[in-house]
């Protein structure tokens, strides 16, 4: 069964480069990756999104493995509003699987 | 605004009655699907559609049942409700749920089953 792995939980200086890791060693070749990011008492919400190549927008950046089984992703100057639960989540064709999230503690 | 909208926010309920929490997104999506989160399992999808009429089960689909009859719209019924159905719920859509479309997610219901 498709499967992501993280870690429980990471802690980054504010104004640091935070790497946020994520296994997804069951990855098809069809299968994007995606991350979300969830504030206490909120529904998910989009950071970044891939299928092979690495990926960077204005919140983050996507680092994948050449082989996919595995991806991290960076915030490059970490800030308090950026703690939070990260999602690592397979895309399927119409079925997501979340992995259990990282929860990211930024100390001021 | 772009939104997708789940009510009720918050229900406490009794055993064995049927309740339905309702989602409608205002994007035009084809794709909608329905979560439960619950403490060290993270999300896990209950169903998804992926348009008018089409229906499928995600990974915990046991107690739920879906329908889809117009685009904007996509109820989550529990026909009789058990206390392990106690959970928070999201409710996400997207354009088409697949390639990679972003997925907007509602503010979540919560749900306390006695």
């Known amino acids: 069964d498709a499967k992501t792995t993280q870690p429980n939980s990471m802690e980054s200086n504010e104004e640091e480069p935070v790497h946020l890791p994520c296994n997804h060693s069951?990855?098809?070749?069809?299968?994007?990756i995606h991350w979300y990011r969830q504030l206490p008492s909120q529904g998910p919400e989009y950071v970044i999104h891939g299928l092979t190549s690495n990926v960077n927008n204005r919140m983050a950046s996507l680092a994948i493995a050449e082989d996919r089984k595995s991806s991290t992703l960076i915030l490059h100057r970490a800030t308090l509003r950026d703690a939070a639960v990260y999602y690592c989540i397979l895309e399927l064709a119409y079925k997501y699987i979340f992995g259990t999230g990282t929860r990211l503690k930024v100390l001021a | 605004e772009a939104q997708v909208t789940q009510n009720p926010r918050y229900l406490i309920t009794v055993t064995g009655k049927k309740l339905t929490v309702t989602c409608s997104q205002n994007?035009?999506?084809?794709?909608m699907s329905w979560y439960r989160q619950d403490p060290g399992l993270g999300l896990r999808q209950i169903y998804y559609?992926?348009?008018?009429?089409?229906?499928d089960k995600g990974d915990v689909p046991e107690g739920y049942k879906v329908s889809r009859k117009e685009k904007r719209n996509f109820p989550l019924i529990l026909e009789s409700p058990s206390p392990n159905q106690t959970s928070l719920y999201f409710c996400?859509?997207?354009?088409?749920?697949?390639?990679?479309?972003?997925?907007?997610f509602g503010e979540g219901s919560w749900l306390t089953v006695v």
């Open positions: 559609s992926m348009n008018v009429e089409v229906t």
């Open positions: 069951t990855i098809s070749g069809t299968d994007y």
């Open positions: 994007m035009n999506h084809e794709y």
């Open positions: 996400a859509s997207s354009l088409s749920g697949t390639r990679g479309n972003t997925i907007y």
